[in-house]
C-alpha cells in the first residue's frame, strides 16, 4: 500500500465517520462504568479470599 493510497482510505473512512449521538455516547459510558465496577468488585473478591486462605501463612 503506497502513501497516497493510504491518504486515500483515510479520507474515505473520516468522510463516513460520524459523530456518535448523547444517547450512543451516554450508553458507552454506562457500559465502560459497568465493566470497571465488575471487574474492580472481582479483583476485590479475590484479593479478600486470597488473604483469608494465606491469612495464616508465615505464622508460626
Known amino acids: 500500500m503506497g502513501v497516497t493510497e493510504f491518504i486515500n482510505e483515510s479520507r474515505r ?11 450512543e455516547l451516554w450508553t458507552s459510558t454506562k457500559i465502560s462504568l459497568l465493566a470497571m465496577v465488575l471487574v474492580g468488585g472481582l479483583s476485590f ?7 483469608l486462605v494465606t491469612g495464616n501463612w508465615g505464622t508460626g
Open 13 to 23: 473512512i473520516l468522510r463516513l465517520a460520524t459523530k456518535p449521538s448523547r444517547k
Open 45 to 51: 473478591i479475590v484479593q479478600v479470599i486470597m488473604t
